[in-house]
């Protein structure tokens, strides 16, 4: 008689590696598609410039990229008592109301003045219900996507301590159209023209999704049991022409190929319920069924986060760990500005 084997249970722990500080990239590539390529479809891994990309997809290939575009979110300013306070806007509410993080040595009381720097003032309404209960709810004296256009800062991650003058271009996809981000969909950033004009030569298809990237991004999972974590909320849109284009592409066998993470919870989301526009707190961890995605563009991720957990879904734990291992020995860069990875979904 055959015993069945019960599916591994994964914990917090077991997505946790050592990385040498000096791996974590401070800048980007000189060139955007000069960064490094893992290809990690087969064994063994084949090291690669990412400008190669194109040739390791097919004609009638899909492309789907995330168009979200990084607002000036981080606003700085001080409460009516002198304190100084930051903002980081996670997103935009009707009536001039947003939703935002707020870090302060004291938090001032429901009600408070807060007065910004640029000269406008935001009142705090009280916590906005998120799911991980970091956010705060305030209403702005004019309207807030102008505010930060005018007054506010690149909201770098927070493990890139040095800042350049470029950062305003570098840390936006060469896709960005729609306006909402907190950070990018740091996949897409190793996109140039002249990839795309590749790309198009060769046969590829594309198509874009939105999903406005919050500052939960970077948030490591601190609960042991990966069933306790409270995944954080990102709204998202699929619009039809996408819809369309991935139905073309199954109905001509061509595969599935996500830019980065985001596109992917957008996809997969769409896939479980129907929704092709609003928010999703999908959490992908290992034993998820894919439903949309075969081939995965992506970074290299913050050890015990959520889109450690979702690559490892994808093409599967052992060969995510194997993989980082490799990245790590070889020397790749880590995370927003760091190099990028191509996966196929695990059988």
């Excluded at 598609?33 to 004609?59: I, K, M, N, W």
């Excluded at 009142?123 to 007054?151: E, K, N, V, Y």
């Excluded at 989301?269 to 034993?287: L, R």
Aim: hydrophobic residues 40%; glycine residues 8%.
């Amino acid at each position: 008689m055959t015993s069945l084997i019960p599916p591994r249970e994964f914990n917090l722990a077991d997505f946790d590696f050592d990385l040498p500080p000096e791996r974590i990239a401070q800048h980007p590539a000189a060139e955007r598609s000069a960064s490094r390529l893992l290809d990690g479809r087969g064994e063994p891994p084949q090291d690669r410039v990412f400008r190669d990309l194109p040739s390791l997809l097919e004609r009638g290939d899909l492309l789907v990229f995330n168009d979200t575009r990084v607002v000036k979110a981080r606003l700085f300013g001080e409460k009516a008592t002198g304190g100084a306070l930051e903002l980081l806007v996670e997103r935009t509410l009707p009536h001039f109301e947003v939703a935002a993080h707020l870090k302060v040595s004291k938090r001032p009381a429901v009600g408070a003045v807060l007065h910004m720097a640029g000269g406008f003032k935001a009142t705090l309404l009280g916590r906005w219900p998120d799911a991980q209960g970091q956010l705060f709810h305030l209403r702005f004296s004019d309207d807030p996507m102008m505010l930060m256009q005018r007054h506010g800062h690149v909201p770098l991650p927070p493990y890139i301590q040095s800042k350049s003058g470029d950062d305003e271009r570098r840390y936006q996809t060469v896709f960005a159209r729609q306006p909402g981000a907190a950070a990018a969909p740091t996949a897409a950033l190793h996109f140039d023209e002249a990839v795309l004009a590749a790309l198009q030569h060769r046969g590829v298809q594309m198509a874009s999704v939105t999903l406005h990237v919050g500052a939960g991004t970077f948030s490591p999972v601190k609960v042991e049991r990966l069933a306790d974590h409270r995944m954080h909320s990102e709204w998202y849109d699929l619009p039809v022409t996408t819809q369309h284009a991935i139905a073309a592409t199954r109905k001509r066998g061509g595969r599935v190929v996500s830019v980065g993470t985001t596109t992917t919870r957008t996809l997969e989301s769409w896939a479980q319920t129907g929704q092709t526009t609003g928010d999703t707190s999908i959490f992908i961890t290992p034993g998820f069924k894919f439903q949309v995605v075969d081939l995965l563009v992506t970074n290299f991720h913050l050890p015990k986060s959520t889109l450690m957990m979702l690559v490892s879904a994808f093409a599967g734990y052992e060969h995510i760990k194997a993989l980082y291992q490799h990245a790590i020995e070889a020397k790749y860069r880590f995370f927003s500005y760091g190099d990028a990875m191509l996966l196929a979904r695990k059988p």
